[in-house]
């Protein structure tokens, strides 16, 4: 049973450019979560799906950011117009039904984006 | 707000010795409360996993600790190995779903 898949694993932008992050959750799980961790930060909740919906996105900064789960297909996080201080290490996690409050969730190995 | 503290932020020690990592949070009302390893460049595992109605779990030589009306857990590690190298976080879900994580501990074991 393959892991939490993201991709890609580094990804270099200009500023200004887009950023699009993908995860493919776990087998059988229906529940993705998206974190920031920032340089010499602790990892920050951004965002929880479940499939073509978006249940708490307070974490996510209000302007430039948006993710969706598709019926069909990754989860995207998507970064327009980045800028230096998006440069971080993106995890996305996934849990079984519950929804994180009796399972673990798992995480993908990230996808580390700097802005030049 | 949930807030999380890890101590120490690093720690050295040499191969064999038993060692004692702190976590502490401010919101005592909590669903469970993980352990995780992040090695360099990679991803987490999640190590441990104590729901708030449970004072402790082991895993083979970690044992992990909650209390939960002082708003504390400790991660025991025995007999320290130079593979056990790498940041350890704790994290607690308060929300439902959300975790909240501490910058994590530092760990450095040396042969």
């Known amino acids: 049973n393959a892991g939490v898949m993201q991709n890609p694993r580094h990804l270099v932008r200009r500023r200004g450019q887009e950023a699009r992050l993908r995860c493919s959750p776990m087998?059988?799980?229906?529940?993705v979560y998206w974190y920031r961790q920032l340089p010499e930060e602790g990892l920050k909740f951004m965002v929880y799906?479940?499939?073509?919906?978006?249940?708490?996105e307070s974490g996510m900064p209000k302007e430039r950011f948006s993710a969706e789960f598709p019926k069909e297909g990754p989860s995207i996080l998507r970064i327009q117009q980045v800028v230096r201080g998006d440069s971080a290490a993106y995890f996305c996690?996934?849990?079984?039904?519950?929804?994180?409050?009796?399972?673990?969730?798992?995480f993908g190995p990230g996808t580390r984006l700097t802005v030049l | 707000k949930q807030e999380v503290t890890q101590i120490p932020a690093a720690l050295s020690v040499p191969e064999g010795e038993n060692l004692v990592l702190n976590c502490s949070f401010t919101?005592?009302?909590?669903?469970?409360l993980q352990w995780f390893r992040q090695d360099p460049g990679k991803g987490l595992t999640s190590l441990l996993l104590?729901?708030?109605?449970?004072r402790e779990q082991t895993s083979g030589r970690l044992n992990a600790s909650l209390d939960k009306s002082s708003g504390r857990s400790t991660l025991y590690i025995a007999a320290s190995q130079p593979g056990d190298s790498a940041t350890y976080l704790c994290?607690?879900?308060?929300?439902?779903?959300?975790?909240?994580f501490g910058k994590g501990t530092s760990l450095l074991v040396t042969p």
């Open positions: 994290a607690v879900v308060d929300s439902g779903y959300a975790l909240n």
């Open positions: 087998k059988g799980h229906s529940h």
């Open positions: 996690a996934s849990s079984p039904f519950s929804g994180g409050t009796t399972d673990t969730q798992y």
């Open positions: 919101d005592s009302a909590i669903y469970n």
């Open positions: 104590i729901q708030s109605s449970q």
């Open positions: 799906l479940q499939k073509e919906n978006i249940i708490d």
